[in-house]
């Protein structure tokens, strides 16, 4: 068994797009491959478009009537935020969006289209910025930062998330004492023996090894499907996810499950958005 610690990696969207939505969608498959644009093909040849919503398109439309009126037009939609300035209009949205809406509603603003560079260089764009998040976690705590609405998630499939029996250090255990335990239990078996202060920490590793162990003789001897073989893995179990979200809604994430806005957050899952938010303050980004 591994054991590992919360992480977080921000992942800018350079012009290449394709890229980005590739190495997205790949952390649903545990994959690395390199031909991104077979894959992205493939995305839209079978209707995956959620994986679109990791792209994230920025407009800065000249403030005239006409486009006032079709912008306002597309307050409908919860993955399209705008500002209006003085002199533009400053629009963001996500990939998805613009697959459904880019031969109609869309198809008067293509020529407006900016790179992020231009778009957060401006105040009121650096006030739309989008951002993608990869998140290594336990599986208890990415519920609980999937459960916000739109979605915009991409998250390792569990067929492949227990491949080497790997948990996420909790917020509770010492990740050194987590170690040295998983290197007695190893070795040692149930001849472990932990005093009291140490106990719990030792009966949860051993129990969370046992587990892994378990599936796998589920797996590799009993020929279970893994996707039924997983009933038995510890929710402690790491995974990955990306994550793209404007400012806006990771303002109303971080207010849930960091600020505790609505009643205190789990404390694995503060230490997620404690460190996404860190990351955007030195965006200049007050929280």
């Not at 921000?10 to 031909?35: E, F, P, T």
């Not at 006409?66 to 990939?95: C, H, M, Q, W």
């Not at 109303?252 to 230490?271: C, E, S, V």
Request: proline share 3%; charged share 25%; with cysteine.
């Amino acid at each position: 068994m591994n054991i590992v610690k919360p992480y977080i990696e921000l992942w800018h969207q350079d012009a290449d797009w394709i890229h980005h939505v590739a190495k997205c969608a790949r952390i649903c498959y545990a994959s690395d491959g390199s031909n991104d644009v077979k894959l992205v093909d493939n995305l839209l040849k079978l209707g995956h478009l959620s994986m679109f919503r990791h792209r994230s398109i920025y407009y800065i439309i000249p403030k005239d009537n006409k486009y006032i009126d079709l912008v306002t037009r597309l307050e409908f939609s919860p993955y399209v935020e705008y500002l209006i300035g003085s002199e533009a209009i400053y629009l963001a949205t996500n990939g998805h969006f613009y697959i459904e809406h880019k031969d109609n509603i869309l198809k008067l603003l293509d020529s407006f289209i900016v790179t992020a560079e231009e778009f957060i260089n401006r105040e009121l764009g650096w006030r739309l910025m989008r951002y993608t998040f990869k998140i290594t976690t336990q599986i208890s705590t990415s519920r609980e930062l999937n459960r916000v609405s739109p979605n915009n998630i991409a998250e390792q499939s569990t067929r492949y998330v227990y491949e080497n029996g790997t948990i996420c250090c909790p917020h509770w255990l010492d990740y050194d004492l987590a170690n040295n335990i998983q290197n007695l239990v190893a070795r040692d078996g149930d001849k472990v023996l932990m005093d009291n202060d140490n106990n719990k920490a030792y009966i949860y590793i051993k129990d969370c090894a046992k587990s892994f162990a378990s599936y796998k003789v589920l797996v590799d001897e009993c020929k279970m499907n893994r996707q039924d073989a997983r009933g038995i893995l510890p929710i402690d179990t790491a995974t990955i996810c990306a994550y793209t979200y404007s400012v806006n809604q990771w303002r109303d994430i971080i207010d849930l499950r960091y600020h505790g806005k609505t009643g205190a957050p789990h404390p694995n899952a503060k230490i997620i958005a404690g460190m996404i938010r860190e990351e955007l303050i030195k965006f200049g980004y007050d929280f």
